[in-house]
């Protein structure tokens, strides 16, 4: 549960940072996971449905930029999705009734780690409602050396930017085109357990990881479970299924906004790293290595 005064940061901000969520045992089976997960990617060549593959990767040198779906591949992040402390923790911002939306591992590797531009998370999956959120799950200490998130306080009350350069979707947002004063961006900075929250409309982005030590962060998708996607639901029972806590709905809330659809998408595709290497001008530098 989070205090008042914990709730009004979110609100006010956009994000919050929750240390001390899960054990340090968890923490490591979770990382131990990760690392097996590494190993075998050294039998993959290009990006499947588990693995998002950093540039320069090899079998002799596996690089994993990250671990799509990971609820979905192993039952520890599964387990953590359910945790309780973190439900009720999310139940206090968008309500007690929480869907998955969907779950990534963002690895960030030492000394190479990518980059993610400054984005919207619901400019990729809106919805009919934005009650929705992003749940960060740090595995590693994470400070600005090694690539943390950067959030702009307040932005969560923005509409949503434009993230379409030459008529495509290119999930990112040219701040300098659009006057965007990135100087107030705070630094997510968390131990391993610990958690930050950041609302679906909050505009953020990381730099490349420069540092020896990575970065691994498990992220949760979380929606109100009356928000409904406006690309629409192909499988109600695999929709409702996605339910961590409460019930489902059959009514859903639709709130007076604009959106934006994700569309036409750019010929790279996948992952927020392939959708954004159609954005040009890169804001943040990528490693040489
Ligand atoms: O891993 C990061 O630093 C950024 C994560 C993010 O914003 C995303 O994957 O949408």
């Given at each position: 549960m989070l205090s008042q005064a914990q709730i009004n940061f979110y609100n006010e901000n956009g994000f919050l940072v929750v240390e001390d969520v899960f054990p340090m045992d968890v923490v490591e089976e979770a990382r131990a996971v990760v690392e097996d997960f590494v190993e075998k990617s050294r039998t993959v060549t290009e990006h499947t449905d588990v693995y998002d593959l950093e540039p320069g990767h090899s079998p002799q040198a596996p690089r994993v930029r990250r671990l799509k779906n990971p609820v979905a591949i192993h039952p520890i992040f599964d387990r953590m999705a359910r945790s309780d402390k973190l439900l009720d923790i999310v139940a206090d911002l968008i309500g007690p009734d929480i869907r998955l939306h969907g779950s990534k591992l963002n690895m960030k590797a030492a000394a190479y780690g990518s980059p993610v531009e400054w984005h919207q998370d619901f400019a990729f999956y809106p919805h009919t409602n934005d009650d929705l959120l992003a749940v960060g799950i740090y595995l590693d200490d994470c400070t600005t050396e090694n690539g943390c998130m950067l959030m702009i306080p307040?932005?969560?009350?923005?509409?949503?930017?434009d993230h379409h350069q030459d008529g495509v979707f290119?999930?990112?947002?040219?701040v300098k085109r659009w006057g965007i004063d990135t100087s107030s961006a705070v630094p997510i900075v968390a131990r391993a357990g610990g958690i930050s929250l950041h609302h679906c409309r909050t505009l953020h982005g990381s730099a490349t990881n420069t540092s020896p030590k990575p970065r691994r962060l498990f992220l949760l998708e979380l929606a109100a479970a009356d928000a409904c996607p406006?690309?629409?639901?192909?499988d109600l029972a695999q929709f409702n299924a996605k339910i961590l806590r409460g019930n489902p709905v059959s009514r859903y809330r639709v709130k007076d906004m604009d959106i934006r659809l994700?569309?036409?998408?750019?010929e790279r595709q996948g992952s927020i790293y392939e959708i954004q290497?159609?954005?040009?001008?890169?804001?943040f530098a990528t490693a040489q290595t």
């Open positions: 307040g932005s969560h009350r923005w509409e949503i930017l290119v999930g990112a947002v040219d406006v690309s629409g639901v192909t994700p569309l036409p998408k750019p290497t159609a954005f040009r001008p890169k804001v």
